[in-house]
């Protein structure tokens, strides 16, 4: 069996953001050996051999409307990959760089996606239990205008108090919201997320600093070991475990999988919904 066609990224064009770092550059690394025609987008510098390297802030709309003329006008999979942590005080941005802008560019590409192709997230293990705040977030997701999204943000600070989980419940809450619409299943365009659980990259660091009500990074990491990794499997992911597995998500393997919000975690959400199920007994 020829691999290579099974993935189906030979010579067709893919856009991923975040490619700079973490699980976005193992995701990209894949995508390249599997000859796909890379175009990637981030903040930093990416130093991958890809077809085109772009550098935007992808929470600013004037550098995202700046890099769609770069990109193709045939495109096969789409995968939206870059995020913050949630500091405080930097709500709003987190809503725009995690959730708003994704969704922005989603659907600013969405005409130039060929029928049967996909588009892909990263979410994470925070937006657990996103199903609960759907009403919310769909309040979000119904809204096209930038300066609205803003000002709906502006006017719901308790909603963005939390702002990566709020941000990463928005966009499970997108996947699900989206599948069926027209825009996606007309042309039989897949959408789906995964959900890592702790992973060791470039966000780590932001992700101990931002856990700590002091911004202590020792303080933030002990909390988050505790959390993801001592009561529970004892070491966290790497990049390739999330980046791998994301490529897969966009590939004709997953030709039939969409409106999926696939957790990667090693069964760790598993374990909170045993837990809450047996607690409800
Ligand atoms: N690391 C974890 O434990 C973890 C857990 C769950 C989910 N995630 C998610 O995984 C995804 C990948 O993150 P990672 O952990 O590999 O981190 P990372 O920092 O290694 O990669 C994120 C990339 O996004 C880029 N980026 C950040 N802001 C940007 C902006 N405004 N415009 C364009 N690019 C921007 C960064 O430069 C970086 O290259 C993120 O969506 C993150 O929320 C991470």
Redesign the pocket.
């Known amino acids: 069996m020829d691999l290579k066609k099974l993935f189906g990224f030979e010579n067709k064009n893919v856009v991923i953001?975040?490619?700079?770092?973490?699980?976005?550059?193992?995701a990209c690394e894949l995508l390249l050996e599997l000859g796909a025609n890379v175009y990637a987008?981030?903040?930093?510098t990416?130093d991958l051999p890809v077809k085109k390297a772009l550098k935007?802030?992808?929470?600013?709309l004037a550098?995202i409307d700046k890099v769609l003329p770069e990109l193709p006008s045939n495109i096969d999979a789409l995968f939206?990959?870059?995020?913050?942590?949630g500091y405080k005080g930097k709500e709003l941005?987190v809503q725009?760089?995690?959730f708003f802008?994704q969704k922005y560019l989603t659907e600013k590409l969405l005409p130039r996606i060929n029928d049967h192709g996909s588009v892909s997230?990263?979410?994470?293990?925070?937006a657990f239990s996103w199903e609960q705040n759907y009403a919310n977030c769909l309040e979000v997701i119904n809204i096209t205008d930038w300066n609205e999204a803003v000002s709906w943000y502006k006017n719901h600070p308790e909603l963005i108090a939390n702002s990566?989980v709020f941000a990463?419940q928005c966009m499970n809450s997108y996947v699900n919201s989206k599948c069926m619409s027209p825009e996606f299943i007309d042309r039989k365009i897949r959408i789906n997320a995964i959900?890592?659980?702790?992973?060791?990259?470039?966000?780590?660091d932001?992700?101990n600093k931002s856990s700590s009500a002091t911004g202590n990074a020792e303080e933030g990491k002990a909390m988050i070991e505790n959390m993801?990794i001592n009561g529970w499997n004892g070491y966290?992911?790497s990049?390739k475990d999330?980046?791998y597995p994301l490529v897969v998500v966009g590939s004709s393997i997953c030709s039939y999988m969409s409106g999926q919000c696939i957790y990667i975690d090693y069964g760790l959400t598993s374990s909170w919904r045993h837990q809450a199920l047996i607690n409800s007994k």
């Open positions: 953001t975040g490619a700079a770092s973490g699980m976005s550059k193992s987008i981030d903040i930093n990416i935007a802030d992808l929470g600013n550098e939206l990959c870059h995020a913050i942590a941005e725009l760089v995690n802008g997230f990263i979410s994470s293990v925070g990566y990463k959900n890592p659980g702790y992973t060791l990259t470039g966000l780590s932001d992700f993801f966290a992911a990049p999330m980046g």
